[in-house]
């Protein structure tokens, strides 16, 4: 009897320990696809060197030089914005437009996606009933994030390096100029999913491609390549998917040389100009050149034009004391 028992036991223990080794090389494998590998990855900067691991944060960042880097790092789940990602991302570009040091501001992804948009999933478990309170909650932050962005007297660059769909598309839009990966694409998205746009879209898609192009684009929902993108000056750039990193850092880099405070002052002086008169739009004109001019930048411009030199603007602190 004891003897069966033990048999029976032994029996048992194999097919346990049989399947125990067959999940664990299913888990291995799982853990290790490219999309959900919790091992670091490493990001390519201009000089050949690699950053620092990415650390579990929704947001990451890295300097060089006058550049601030800003990731979006939710690789698992393709840079799906959530509400933590989006409120790091508000305080990360708080912090670049008041920071001197910093400018020139670039914004892109971890892994294969700039960003897939908002994090659906997240949005429909929050609240099954009433999925809207969750857009409420995101866009709030996230739009304050957008009007940071424009506001910010300097350069902001998005640096396309995957699939940029959704409110990932149109943060992106809201960004001064865009580089793109030449197998990354653009994509509404939202409406096939019974959604309006948010983060800016029906703002800076008209006006970047026009109203009919734009209502096109949103109702057909068809992915944008990166040389169709460019083509519709959606994009200023397309790379190949390896140069994406540092070739968005060199852009930056050559930027931030330039007389960033003129370029900044440019900026805000356009986010305007459709909602003045021409009259208006003239004075802010003026009082926008008369500061520029008293700005220690603008006086090195003009100190460098008649000295027949090159302005050297790197080392002026960006604010005026």
């Not at 933590?84 to 670049?96: N, R, S």
């Not at 009919?212 to 200023?236: C, H, R, W, Y």
């Not at 305007?272 to 603008?298: C, M, W």
């Amino acid at each position: 009897m004891n003897k069966i028992i033990s048999q029976t036991v032994g029996y048992f223990l194999a097919i346990l320990a049989g399947r125990l080794v067959a999940v664990s090389k299913k888990l291995v494998t799982w853990l290790n696809r490219p999309e959900t590998a919790i091992h670091p990855a490493k990001v390519p900067a201009t000089d050949g060197r690699t950053s620092p691991p990415l650390a579990a944060d929704s947001i990451i960042t890295e300097r060089n030089k006058h550049t601030l880097t800003i990731f979006l790092n939710r690789p698992q789940v393709l840079n799906a914005m959530d509400m933590q990602m989006a409120q790091a991302l508000l305080e990360q570009v708080k912090k670049a437009a008041e920071d001197p040091a910093i400018r020139v501001v670039i914004l892109t992804g971890t892994g294969r996606a700039f960003c897939s948009g908002g994090d659906l999933t997240f949005a429909l478990q929050a609240n099954p009933e009433q999925p809207g309170d969750s857009f409420q909650a995101l866009t709030t932050i996230l739009h304050e994030c957008i009007e940071v962005i424009r506001n910010m007297p300097k350069p902001v660059i998005a640096a396309l390096n995957g699939p940029a769909a959704g409110a990932g598309l149109f943060l992106a839009l809201a960004c001064d100029i865009r580089l793109m990966a030449e197998n990354a694409y653009m994509k509404a998205s939202n409406t096939s999913y019974g959604l309006t746009l948010p983060a800016s879209g029906t703002y800076t898609l008209p006006r970047l491609v026009g109203m009919g192009k734009a209502l096109e684009i949103i109702m057909l929902d068809k992915p944008i390549s990166a040389q169709a993108a460019q083509s519709l000056g959606l994009v200023t750039m397309v790379l190949e998917d390896k140069s994406i990193y540092p070739g968005a850092e060199a852009f930056a880099q050559e930027l931030s040389l330039k007389a960033v405070h003129a370029i900044g002052q440019v900026k805000l002086l356009m986010n305007d100009t459709f909602d003045r008169s021409l009259k208006e739009q003239l004075v802010a004109e003026q009082q926008a050149i008369v500061y520029s001019a008293n700005h220690p930048e603008g006086r090195e411009g003009l100190q460098a034009f008649t000295q027949k030199r090159t302005p050297v603007y790197e080392s002026i602190p960006f604010f005026r004391e």
